[in-house]
């Protein structure tokens, strides 16, 4: 074997070895990216539910107001199907029992109506208290400040990740520009050796072709 074979073949176990690092650095950077979008999956839900605590206490601040809202509301819807009841019907009913009975069907109607106002009321009232069943405001603000705590931990644990991330990255940038600079080596050695031996080696070859391949009856059958 000679000089420019044997430096070739150093040269492609350095590029295996390259190339082996490059595949080992691609597969730890892929698990660095697994990490990354786990922290931002988990940082997203912190926000979450950072945002939906203070939403919890601003509920719970209004909802005294919420069932004042509720009970005015309805108070008033029942005032004013009773309106016609109360002044325009009395007057009309003394004059004629026709009114008087049509009174007492609108009664029935309001009585119906008001009944359906007050279990609306209810429902609305009852679903914020569902909601709001076992909270208070102290608890959430203290789940809030623990949030931010661990929130802080995952940001800094991300920022790391993310130098480790861009380090692998300059480190596989690196190693594919010697690889693409051992592989230009490899095929300048090759192509300067074959050079070398079209320019130095004819008779040999020519030599070794006539004892070797002219003589040999299956090249006379290709021939």
Do not use: W
Request: glycine share 0%; hydrophobic share 40%.
């Amino acid at each position: 074997m000679d000089k420019f074979l044997k430096l070739i073949n150093t040269k492609k176990e350095q590029q295996k070895k390259l190339e082996n690092k490059i595949a080992k650095s691609e597969d730890e950077l892929n698990e660095y990216k697994k990490i990354q979008i786990e922290l931002d999956n988990i940082i997203s839900h912190l926000d979450y539910q950072y945002k939906n605590n203070l939403n919890l206490m601003a509920r719970l601040k209004k909802f005294p107001k919420l069932k004042k809202k509720v009970l005015m509301t309805v108070i008033l819807s029942i005032l004013v199907i009773l309106s016609p009841i109360l002044v325009i019907i009395p007057i009309f009913s003394i004059l004629n029992s026709y009114s008087l009975f049509a009174a007492i069907i609108y009664s029935l109607f309001v009585i119906i109506l008001s009944t359906s106002f007050i279990a609306d009321g209810k429902k609305i009232i009852n679903k914020e208290k569902r909601v709001l069943k076992g909270l208070n405001s102290k608890n959430l603000e203290e789940e809030n400040l623990f949030i931010d705590v661990k929130k802080n931990m995952l940001e800094t644990s991300k920022k790391k990740n993310e130098v480790y991330i861009s380090d692998l990255e300059q480190k596989i940038a690196q190693f594919n520009f010697n690889l693409a600079d051992l592989k230009e080596t490899i095929q300048f050695i090759t192509n300067y050796r074959e050079k070398c031996i079209c320019e130095l080696c004819p008779d040999i070859l020519d030599k070794y072709f006539a004892e070797n391949i002219e003589v040999n009856p299956k090249q006379k059958q290709l021939s």
